[in-house]
């Protein structure tokens, strides 16, 4: 079973829509995770939230939102999609017992905006 | 940016023994170090972590000398598989979980 997975694994819209990518994890995990992979390979977070606490990266548009329906699910919804929001998008999680950096990474969606 | 410094790029052959260093002159008491293994179009996978002296897993080990500016990652006997990218992370506190270049480990057969 995959630990980490996402859907979809590709995407590809026009500027200006809104669209969402799903993200579920089977660990048991009570962190999950959204970093952002530019075309220069720079991995950022993007946001990171358990039952008590969502921590937003300061430098996210708004346009970004994570939602929660349960503890195994994180999804990203952008908004108002821009030609700049192209990137690979990676969902992960860890435990609540490690420290935030033993990470778990899905797939990774890549999202091209046309 | 990330706080740590790495080599952008190595080259080995098979069977060899591969030592990437990483430098974090500014870690704090409270942060680990952290490596991960990244494959083209994959994520980012999770193979060893520390906070001081020496960590040994089936995969790597992981130096950490007593002033814990510098981390080294082992990778004993590589092979082609072991060609990728290899990220140091220190935190919770220095990196931000923000995730430099990396190292790019090609491997030779």
């Known amino acids: 079973d995959t630990a980490v997975s996402q859907t979809p694994k590709y995407l590809v819209t026009q500027m200006g829509n809104d669209k969402s990518i799903k993200c579920e994890q089977n660990l048991g995990h009570d962190t999950m995770y959204w970093y952002k992979q530019d075309s220069k390979k720079f991995l950022k977070i993007m946001f990171s939230y358990n039952n008590k606490e969502l921590i937003i990266n300061e430098t996210v548009p708004n346009r970004f939102s994570p939602k929660s329906p349960d503890k195994a699910h994180l999804n990203l919804h952008i908004n108002s999609l821009e030609l700049g929001d192209s990137a690979v998008y990676f969902c992960?999680?860890?435990?609540?017992?490690?420290?935030?950096?033993?990470?778990?990474f899905g797939p990774g969606t890549r999202l091209t905006v046309t | 940016l990330a706080k740590t410094t790495q080599p952008i790029s190595m080259d080995s052959y098979e069977g060899q023994e591969v030592n990437i260093t990483c430098s974090h002159n500014n870690i704090a008491t409270n942060d680990y170090i952290t490596w991960y293994q990244q494959f083209p179009s994959q994520g980012p996978r999770f193979i060893i972590q520390?906070?001081?002296t020496k960590v040994t897993n089936e995969v790597a080990s992981l130096f950490i000398p007593a002033d814990r500016k510098s981390s080294t990652l082992s990778l004993p006997r590589v092979s082609l598989s072991d060609t990728a990218v290899y990220y140091c992370l220190v935190g919770p506190n220095t990196d931000k979980l923000i995730f430099g270049t990396g190292t790019r480990l090609q491997v030779f057969p």
């Open positions: 520390g906070y001081k």
């Open positions: 992960a999680s860890s435990p609540a017992s490690a420290s935030d950096y033993e990470q778990y």
